[in-house]
């Protein structure tokens, strides 16, 4: 049942991704209307956004909340459409989906420290950067090899679909063994233990609520009180590696911004405190800048 679950669920996902965005996008509009309709998380959503925006007005809250859904329904249809590119990332290329603004910063971290650090957050579509790769950079190219770009996932709780979407995440990834760019969260603290000295880019989302059992510490985020995991800095801090943050921001539909915002060149020399809460302060900026591109459904604050 496993086998028949995922193969039908790649096919449906392989047919549409292989038509053009712009229908992909109707699937992203119907995605929407249906979690509008069904209320998907609706008091997550409501209650993260209010809470973040006090100053907003009922009225503003609610053309929020609809937004939200709006952004979500991209999300789902430029998943769909980047899980059925071509390893050899010309389609996505072509399309100008995603353009980093400063390859050469990462690049001079890559070559100033052991490893790079890089921190993500639930903003905009952060399952594009498996296609890092492949990203309109202008002159510059990345530093570092494919295979020394590592990103960690949280594994899903249906076999079937973390299948899936371990398939659609690593699409443009023209390694055969093509997982092993994949570090399951709880291996990553071994993996980078057993890896710190071979000169790869661990990227990691850094902004989930704390896994049971993790070391975790509070920060400020969006005006309230935030717990966060601190492995990652903890590692960095460890094994002298730089930190940076990948801010992201939608240009235009179907466009993204990624840039590099160094937080320590050497986080071994950088207090544990400062670095989360730089991290944090660089997340707020790019959800403040595009409100409805955050994660808002994420139960991030689910203890206060």
């Not at 329904?73 to 050899?88: K, M, Y």
Request: charge should be positive.
């Amino acid at each position: 049942m496993y086998k028949i679950g995922y193969y039908l669920i790649r096919v449906l996902m392989k047919a549409l991704g292989s038509l053009p965005l712009r229908c992909n996008y109707a699937v992203g509009r119907f995605v929407a209307w249906c979690c509008r309709v069904f209320h998907y998380r609706y008091d997550v959503v409501l209650t993260n956004i209010s809470r973040s925006f006090p100053q907003l007005s009922y009225g503003e809250v609610g053309k929020a909340v609809r937004d939200f859904y709006d952004s979500l329904g991209q999300i789902v249809a430029e998943c769909l459409w980047f899980g059925a590119c071509s390893v050899d990332g010309r389609r996505f290329r072509d399309s100008g989906m995603c353009t980093f603004t400063n390859m050469d910063e990462l690049n001079r971290l890559y070559r100033v420290s052991p490893s790079v650090m890089l921190l993500s957050a639930h903003v905009c579509n952060w399952e594009l950067t498996g296609g890092i790769m492949h990203f309109d950079c202008g002159d510059a190219r990345p530093a570092f090899a494919e295979s020394d770009a590592v990103v960690s996932y949280k594994r899903m709780k249906s076999r079937v679909w973390d299948r899936v979407m371990m398939d659609n995440r690593t699409a443009l990834i023209a390694n055969p063994d093509r997982y092993a760019n994949l570090v399951e969260s709880s291996s990553l603290v071994r993996y980078i233990a057993s890896n710190h000295d071979k000169h790869k880019v661990f990227q990691m989302i850094a902004d989930q609520y704390p896994y049971k059992g993790a070391a975790c510490m509070d920060v400020d985020f969006m005006g309230q009180t935030t717990k966060t995991m601190t492995a990652a800095g903890r590692l960095a801090c460890k094994y002298g590696m730089s930190v940076a943050y990948l801010g992201i921001r939608r240009v235009s539909r179907g466009h993204y911004e990624y840039t590099v915002h160094t937080i320590a060149d050497n986080a071994s020399q950088m207090p544990l405190d400062a670095i989360y809460d730089k991290f944090y302060d660089l997340v707020r900026q790019d959800v403040e800048a595009g409100p409805c591109t955050y994660l808002w459904s994420h139960k991030r604050w689910k203890k206060r």
